[in-house]
């Protein structure tokens, strides 16, 4: 079976098409927005500590890669180009494995309310990476942005730790959700190099299976010791089948019918989500702090993202998310 036929992501999409694509669009982003929630009720508190982050990093990537190897095999899907084998192995570092292990870390010692204000960086980051990576050139408009987002990042994680009483500094869960944030643009890059030849929902697909002989293996040697709650179960299937895999499926299709600018817009929901889902899901309050640096954080990756890229001649990455 060849690769899924898209239509040009700059050409102007019929009504339906739009509307279709946009709502696959906030299908994708309200999947990848409970990855937080989940995450924290999979891994627990140091109180109460559930699943290690190993485990969780593993097993969700485990459960995708073996939806994945189905989907290849049914649509015999041929296998990667030696060319293509190098960024699929980055995309899978960085988002099979960094992302989520640096996740679950913060996650045992953070909010996903606290973790959702970092983690609304990721759509600059990823345009900062992909500048540099690709040798695109940004405006400076766009680095204003990006410096301006960062200082309200760090301005909350300082405000949070002096309110509770860890003294004026960055916690190590920032410095974790910080690395998260990198991991997961280099991954969503390096993927997005090889995504015209392979196809969006194949490269996500390629990454989870290449990633099988170090998670198989690694979530049985980090399988619990110890009871674990029904919740941190679910949790980590809701992690691997939806935020590992049906999410991209939701997202890259929404973003291919609907027209990629006008679509992933939809991510700047996902703080929001984040935090809204942490209410019911974890008993967080809803922080109107938190909120409204959300909110900051969230215009100027609004402000950044419309802001031209200049590209160099070469693939250009397509719009990716955090899950």
């Not at 609304?120 to 990823?126: I, N, R």
């Not at 015209?196 to 198989?216: D, K, Q, S, Y």
């Not at 209410?279 to 938190?290: A, H, I, K, S």
Request: with cysteine; net charge positive; glycine share 10%.
């Amino acid at each position: 079976m060849g690769k899924i036929p898209s239509p040009a992501y700059g050409a102007l999409p019929p009504a339906h098409h739009a509307r279709l694509g946009l709502w696959l669009g906030v299908l994708g982003v309200t999947i990848f927005a409970l990855t937080l929630p989940m995450t924290r009720l999979a891994v627990g508190t140091p109180a109460a500590p559930q699943m290690s982050p190993w485990f969780v990093t593993f097993g969700r990537a485990a459960l995708a890669g073996i939806l994945s190897l189905i989907v290849l095999l049914v649509t015999r899907s041929p296998l990667p180009l030696p060319a293509q084998r190098k960024p699929l192995l980055l995309a899978l570092m960085g988002n099979a494995i960094g992302y989520p292990l640096l996740l679950g870390f913060a996650l045992l010692r953070v909010t996903a309310s606290h973790a959702a204000v970092i983690t609304a960086l990721l759509p600059l980051a990823t345009a900062a990476v992909a500048a540099w990576v690709l040798h695109q050139r940004a405006r400076l408009g766009f680095w204003v942005c990006a410096s301006v987002g960062s200082l309200l990042v760090v301005a909350f994680s300082l405000l949070r730790a002096d309110a509770q009483g860890q003294g004026f500094g960055l916690e190590w869960a920032d410095w974790l959700l910080v690395g998260a944030v990198l991991a997961a643009s280099l991954g969503y890059v390096y993927g997005a190099r090889v995504t015209p030849a392979l196809g969006a929902e194949r490269v996500i697909c390629w990454v989870c299976v290449m990633a099988l002989p170090i998670t198989l293996p690694g979530a049985l040697m980090t399988w619990p010791a110890h009871a674990v709650n029904w919740s941190a179960w679910a949790s980590l299937v809701y992690v691997g089948v939806f935020s590992m895999w049906m999410g991209f499926f939701a997202w890259y299709r929404g973003l291919a019918i609907g027209g990629a600018l006008r679509v992933s817009q939809t991510q700047l929901l996902q703080p929001f989500i984040s935090i809204l889902a942490a209410v019911p899901l974890l008993g967080e309050p809803l922080d109107w702090v938190t909120l409204g640096f959300a909110l900051a954080v969230v215009a100027t990756v609004f402000l950044g993202k419309n802001l031209a890229i200049r590209p160099a001649p070469g693939p250009t990455p397509v719009q990716n998310k955090p899950h």
